[in-house]
């Protein structure tokens, strides 16, 4: 605990996600007092053919 | 918000995804009082390798 | 399969949920040619304290 | 109802796999007292280039 | 890893919680070749308000 | 994009909620490049009733 998902659009470089995992463990580790360990992170890739915001698909805007 | 999370096996056409989340989007906007563009739908692609019920995966049935 | 999960804020009546889960169903049903008892889908009701956007909690807006 | 997501390393095979929802169902069955019928399992494969713990991917350690 | 989340009615008591999280770890343990400290378990309480299949309320059947 | 959600016990103030949120968010946008009215937030208060780790509740340790 605690326990991350993180979804978003495929396509990040490993570099980007190595950044993104380092800099949301510290934010949570120094917004509610826990420690690095405990942080587990969950990225999900997402196809734009999967996402839609008001009916409308992604990979359709 | 809301934010829907839609499981279902692979294999859907595009066709079908685009008219999954016109309607799903506009059974929710119907249901519970919310603007379209409040309503975001992700779509997750299983495998049937990947799917159980009693105990049997979908791809043994 | 499909499994949905509808994530909204708290207060919605139980006739607006009611409303919900048969409109999304038959929603899912005309889109991907699917039965009606292979729908399930599960409500999670959330607090204005636990959803932000843009960095800020709901409650805050 | 219950339904479960079981989030794992890619790599294991169609065998694990069964015996893994077969196990897991019945654990279900014998603990909370339902029927298998209602048990479904849903599996998710994930890369190491996906997922964390301490800020560090696991593809890195 | 493995994550699990076991989504289920409320109502089950400490003690057949406990049972579970005992039997369903050991299951995975024995199913996929992992150290019983890797695997962490979120159990999720549902009212059947809030759970629908065949677009019906699970507190309206 | 992103949708994240954070799963932690319950009784964390709404002002370590509030910095939560907001060093989340910043963390995402300086990690992949998304304006902060992308990233949507979901906050999960779980009870420790309902989390294990090696088949142990984490009530009971």
């Known amino acids: 605990m ?16 190595r950044m993104l995992v380092e800099k ?4 949570i580790v120094e917004s509610v007092n826990t ?8 990225i ?3 196809s734009k053919e999967n996402y839609a915001i008001a009916g409308k698909l ?4």
Chains 1, 2, 3, 4, 5, 6 share one sequence.
């Open 2 to 17: 605690p326990i991350v998902q993180i979804e978003m659009f495929e396509g990040r470089t490993l570099e980007q996600k």
């Open 24 to 27: 949301v463990t510290q934010a």
């Open 35 to 42: 420690a690095p360990e405990n942080v587990k992170i969950v």
């Open 44 to 46: 999900r890739d997402m």
């Open 58 to 61: 992604a990979c359709d805007k």
